[in-house]
């Protein structure tokens, strides 16, 4: 049976059984803690402030580089406007790594990006979310603000944190990790205009917190224009979706008229997120939601995956949909899917080659994993992103990122059927 949808609420997403606790000092020098919560997995801050309007963007940038958090007492939009302050300190690059730069560089042209590239800017990045990460705010136990205009952020504290626990308490985390919350609920309310799936206004597909928003539409396009592979006459096409996410490529093959579907994921999330859409897009009774790792039981004639891209380590739940590491979920998938094609079956691999761009992975390693998993290469339709960091010169990766392809594989058991000519649509 499709899992269809319980009645309205929020969902309660997985969270641990218990809280980490941190701990400060008040300003009336009594000793006080609360929950801490943290989506990324950084442990407490061992040391912590009060902060508030009269305190400086240099003393809280300087703080918070030499670890000590800031617990925010003062008004909202104050706090807002300190972490950006914070956030162009963090973006400034100092006058050594400058001149560094110069003499590395002096014709100007931007040196190609590659695997030290790319490190150096997670860690870059890691380092930055650390100190970012450090302005801290104090939430009721309803998930309420009891500081001078904040918003309301109750309802997006709930869809993330799950309905406040029965037995109450305070919470604390960074005021980052809330603009990421509030961030998430507008694309939960506003949605992401998936063209593939028709016209407006039913085609829209709505993120919820933690899940991967679909809003790279390339890799939709070339799962809505792949040729199906052949079923008997008015005998049922069923596909299996692995790692659905929100649901769309579900949608989207539902709406080409194939099925059953049967869409996998591990996360409970990605699940709820997957039974909204699908429902309110009216294709729920055509696709069967399971919780498991990769294949459901059975077989199918087409096996859809779109894996994280890049082979590296995952620093909070949401990187999963991007960072895969020791390319986990790929060869996973590549390994199973002969077992699991219905004969004359294809399995849709659906993979950027940033990673080989970047130096992260070669072609040659991803042919080899294919022909290692007794599988073939039946064709291949290509695009190229359409994504802003494309285009962007001033990004990092950009060099990588200005020839990356999208390219959807279309695979079967070697055993079955041969190799035939790439396809490339124009």
């Not at 703080?63 to 963090?90: E, S, Y």
């Not at 931007?110 to 990045?125: L, N, V, Y």
């Amino acid at each position: 049976m499709p899992l269809h949808p319980a009645p309205a609420r929020v969902e309660s997403p997985s969270l641990p059984a218990s809280h980490p606790r941190i701990h400060w000092t008040a300003p009336d020098g009594a000793a006080a803690s609360a929950r801490w919560r943290s989506e990324r997995g950084a442990p407490a801050p061992q040391r912590v402030v009060m902060a508030d309007d009269t305190t400086t963007a240099d003393t809280a940038y300087r703080l918070a580089c030499a670890g000590t958090a800031l617990l925010w007492l003062g008004d909202f939009h104050n706090a807002r406007q300190l972490l950006q302050a914070m956030a162009r300190r963090c973006d400034a690059t100092p006058a050594r790594k400058q001149r560094k730069a110069a003499q590395a560089a002096p014709d100007n042209h931007t040196a190609p990006a590659g695997a030290e590239a790319f490190h150096k800017h997670r860690q870059a990045q890691a380092q930055r979310a650390r100190i970012l990460g450090m302005v801290l705010l104090r939430f009721e136990p309803d998930h309420t603000l009891a500081l001078r205009r904040a918003p309301d952020v109750q309802r997006a504290c709930t869809h993330a944190w799950g309905a406040p626990a029965a037995e109450g308490g305070d919470s604390v985390a960074s005021l980052r990790e809330l603009l990421g919350l509030t961030s998430a609920q507008e694309w939960r309310r506003v949605g992401v205009e998936i063209p593939a799936l028709g016209a407006p206004p039913h085609n829209r597909v709505f993120p919820h917190y933690g899940v991967f928003s679909p809003a790279r539409g390339e890799y939709i396009d070339l799962v809505a224009q792949a040729p199906l592979p052949c079923a008997a006459t008015g005998a049922p096409l069923p596909v299996f979706d692995i790692g659905t996410g929100t649901g769309v490529l579900s949608a989207v093959l539902a709406r080409r008229g194939v099925g059953p579907i049967t869409a996998t994921d591990l996360d409970p999330r990605a699940l709820a997120c997957a039974r909204e859409n699908l429902t309110q897009l009216g294709v729920s009774d055509r696709v069967t939601l399971l919780q498991t790792d990769l294949f459901p039981a059975g077989q199918a004639l087409l096996v859809v995956c779109n894996p994280p891209w890049l082979p590296a380590r995952a620093s909070s739940p949401v990187e999963h949909a991007v960072y895969d590491e020791g390319s986990r979920m790929l060869r996973g998938y590549l390994n199973g899917l002969a077992a699991h094609l219905a004969p004359a079956g294809e399995g849709w691999l659906i993979l950027s080659d940033l990673a080989e761009h970047l130096g992260l992975r070669s072609r040659a390693e991803l042919l080899l994993w294919i022909e290692q998993a007794g599988l073939a290469v039946l064709g291949r339709l290509d695009t190229q992103p359409r994504h802003s960091k494309a285009s962007n010169a001033s990004d990092p990766l950009h060099s990588a990122r200005a020839v990356e392809v999208t390219s959807l594989w279309r695979l079967g058991a070697s055993a079955l059927q041969q190799p035939q000519q790439v396809a490339t649509p124009g």
